[in-house]
């Protein structure tokens, strides 16, 4: 009889020691995609202590984050809890099924259980809290190990005992040996003959207790010879016996002996122990006098040279002194059982396309215990392999990927391979599988292939100068007062005539900026910022010099379109950029007539405000739209002056005046209404009316095309995404040079840190969607660099990538200016006024300056007047446009100068304001 003793100081004696026994994660479900998991833990808590514990605690289930086998709350997650509310008593156990959701860090990953969670029970030991599951335990047996113990006379009653101590305390150690049903043991003394001390039975609770533990504590040493190989015999027989009934995974045999036997038997035995099916012999030589190389002679499957790590079968262990037994047989069962429980997993399988590649990822996990080696002892490859389609229906190797460095237990690895071809993948379905390079068995080979249906996502991004040039605004000024200036008084308020504006342009893609008044209007247009200019103020009166500074924008190749006054025109503009005689008032033409034109098509409109409109008198300008009016046919005047048609007494005839007019001047167009338009618009609310459209359609027909990339003018880019697959969030972001400014990113937000524009979009399938980013362009050429990604931040995979360079027109050539000749009178009158304007321009002058250079306009008029030859007409032409560029380089500088009054900031007010 061997008596065992606990070491240990009395006060921790007397404390509680709860642990978990085990850890059943087979009824929990792992999903192949996010590694979400559900379903039961089963575990079951253990009081090793020497008094009950105290209660309530805290169990939690949880995943290992950094796989040590710690519960660390900041980090690990918790997949399930419960409170034990009753206290534990000695040598009792609690069995608990806790529900488990959550997130895993790989598929199947092993589930943790830690006791006591939360601290507030003082234990013996306070290391042996947590335990982890590995694999699907409830019903599998993974090991077979048996134990042949040499009681031969060669030990004393001492060393005998030594080594049954150091056996029975590495079988008790549950971090060794789980008590779930997984391990089968069985245990042989071996002398001149062989005595079976505990038959194959699975380590529970129940069977360590009452089998096990007796088992061993009730052995008789027999001090006889040492027959090695009737142990091996006999172990074999057992093993073999017990597998006929319910199949093991490995199959073990652990010698301990002190001593040397008979070679040629024991090599025998190994042999056909081998040749029977089991997996591995090792050995553990205790003693100084244990000859190594004689129990190398019977262990397989390969004698490893160096100490054993995790992994490795077929090895010897020598153990020179007794008192350092106990470590080394732990150590050695503890590679035998927990080390050698390998599980394979793959998952999270991610194909992703980018610039016509593939890229394909996927985590592997190993869900057991041990650490993947070969049977030379180096860490085994794990090799992942890509399908397109079904491996076992012959689908076609794409790519692999191997991790060399083995992967222990509870370890996952994320593996990627890219700069895969697109028609690689015909099924449209990948497939992804892990196993061992070597073939080493696994607990279950159901986890090792996954499988996705691919969508590929494949973006395409171009980007160019954008077709709608940024527009300048002028109107009444709604913040003052509200009411139509000039009536009528059912007429629309400006408050909803200006967010009508706001919603048609928006909504028609024109960016733009709303002025109130005069000196604000006046100072945009100066900035050499916009490229069209819409004027719809009743009240605003500028003077000629003004006038004709707008008339030189349009003619150096600027859209310009009027559509809001009730009294008397602007005389520069209409005898000029309009191309009109004059204008006259007109009374009760309640209706419109469109030619077709690319203003309008043809159709009838009615005008609900027809009082003290405007008729158009035209002299080179087109006909858009004509008022009717239906009068009497004898004697009645129309526009012109003239009488209408003579009819028979009381008869009517229809007179039709121009209402709409358009007009192509120097480089630039112009457009006409004599009505208000956005009025008219607005008493009918919607941005698809006959006026809406009209006021969309002039702004398009205006607008220069292609657009100038003059420096300082705000541009616009276009930037179009190509989405060639399924529907999908994605990402654009461009980056701005330092010298170039947003003006207007429209659905974008600008981060001026970082100076990028981003958009989050969200794109149908097969689709294209573009995006318009309004900069100032820059003095020299300068480039935006933009790339589209999809998903949504922070997981985005970057899809195509594509440059806009701006090159901006060269500025004007003052000197050339100065410097040129056209052989026709007044031209050199022209030249002088323009000397003087630069005069004032050095001198800063710049309101002067501009007057001169409009009188130098005025000549080169003139000059036009005295020649009829069409290539001088064409110079002066050439020449005047460039006169206009040095006008808007002149409004520029006066507005960097700070001498300009204007140019409030403006936004659309929220709310209708009230009239003193």
Sequence with gaps: ?????????????????????????????SDATDFAVTGIAKAKIINAGAVPSIAPFEVIAFDDTNNN????????????????????????????????????????????????????????????????????????????????????????TQEFATQLNGTLGALTDRSIIPRNGSIRLSIFQFSTEVQTILPPTLATEESMTNQVIPALTGMVQLSQATLISRCINEATDQILTANMAVPSIEQIINVSTDGNGFPTLERQAALDAQAAGIDAINAIGVGPETDTNALKNFVFPLPVQSPPSPGDLGFVIPVPLFENYEDKISE??????????????????????????????????????????????????????????????????????????GLAGGESELVSVSNIAQAALSTGELFATVESATGIEELSLE?????????????????????????????????????????????????????????????????????????????????????????????????????????????????????????????????????????????????????????????????????????????????????????????????????????????????????????????????????????????IGTNDSVYAQLL???????????????????????????????????????????????????????????????????????????????????????TLAARIDSGVAPNLIEQAQFDVLLTPEAPVDIAALLSTVIATDKFDDAVKKLVKAEELRIEGDFEKAIKEALYAVKKLGEAEEKTDNPVILAQLSQYRQQVGFYIRMLGMQWVASGQLPGGAPYAYPTGPNFCD
């Design 332 to 405: 050695k069962i503890s590679i035998e059982t927990q080390n050698r429980l390998l599980e394979l997993s793959i998952g999270n399988l991610v194909a992703t396309l980018s610039g016509g590649s593939l890229t394909f990822t996927a985590i592997v996990g190993n869900a057991g215990r041990g650490l993947f080696k070969d049977a030379a002892g180096v860490p085994d490859t794990v090799v992942v392999t890509f399908y397109d389609g079904d491996p076992d229906l012959g689908g076609m190797a794409i790519a692999s990927v191997e991790i060399n460095s």
């Design 69 to 156: 086998n710690v519960y660390d709350p900041t980090v690990d997650v918790v997949l399930g809890q419960e409170t034990i509310s009753a206290s534990i008593g000695v040598s009792d156990f609690v069995a608990l099924d806790i529900g488990v959701s959550g997130n895993q860090r790989f598929r199947d990953a092993p589930v943790s259980v830690v006791v006591d969670a939360g601290g507030v029970i003082s234990e013996q030991d306070e290391n042996n809290n947590v335990t982890r599951s590995f694999g699907p335990s409830e019903g599998n047996i993974f090991v077979d190990l048996a134990l042949c113990l040499d009681g031969s006379d060669s030990f004393d």
């Design 447 to 683: 986890n090792n292939e996954t499988s996705l249906m691919v969508e590929l996502v494949s973006l395409d991004l171009t980007g160019g100068l954008g077709e709608q040039g940024r527009t300048l605004v002028l109107m009444d000024d709604s913040l003052q007062c509200t009411d139509e200036p000039f009536g009528p008084n059912a007429a629309p308020d400006l408050f909803v005539q200006q967010q009508l504006l706001q919603s048609v342009l928006n909504d028609a893609g024109w960016s733009h900026l709303v002025t109130l008044n005069k000196s604000d209007f006046l100072y945009e247009l100066r900035t050499g910022g916009y490229t069209n200019y819409i004027l719809l103020s009743e009240t605003v009166k500028f003077s000629d010099d003004e006038e004709r500074e707008i008339r030189e924008a349009t003619y150096r190749g600027e859209g310009l379109v009027e559509a809001g006054r009730h009294e008397k025109g602007y005389d520069e503009l209409d005898e000029s950029a309009f191309g009109l005689l004059k204008r006259k008032e007109i009374k009760d033409a309640p209706v419109l007539n469109f030619d077709d034109t690319p203003l309008q098509s043809m159709q009838m409109a009615t005008l609900d405000y027809n009082d003290e409109n405007h008729c158009l008198i035209r002299d080179t300008a087109g006909l858009a739209a004509e008022y009717i009016r239906n009068v009497p046919g004898k004697g009645s005047k129309g526009c012109k002056g003239s009488k209408g048609s003579k009819g028979s007494k009381g008869s009517f005839i229809d007179q039709r005046e121009t209402a709409v007019a358009f007009n192509d001047f120097g480089f630039g167009k112009a457009v006409a209404a004599g009505f208000d338009l956005l009025m008219q618009a607005a008493g």
């Design 696 to 782: 969309v359609n002039s702004l398009e027909t205006v607008n220069p095309s292609p657009l100038l990339v003059n420096p300082g003018s705000q541009v616009p880019v276009t930037f179009t995404v190509v989405n060639d697959s399924g529907a999908t969030p994605a990402v654009l972001t461009v980056s701005v040079p330092a010298n170039v400014t947003v003006i207007d990113a429209g659905s974008g937000i600008f981060d001026t840190g970082s100076n990028t524009v981003v958009w989050n979009l969200d794109l149908e399938a097969n689709s294209d969607q573009s995006v318009v980013l309004v900069v100032t362009a820059p003095n020299v050429p300068a």
């Design 1 to 29: 009889m061997i008596t065992l003793f606990n070491s240990g100081n009395a006060v921790a004696q007397m404390q509680p020691d709860l642990l978990v026994s085990f850890v059943d994660s087979s009824g929990v479900t």
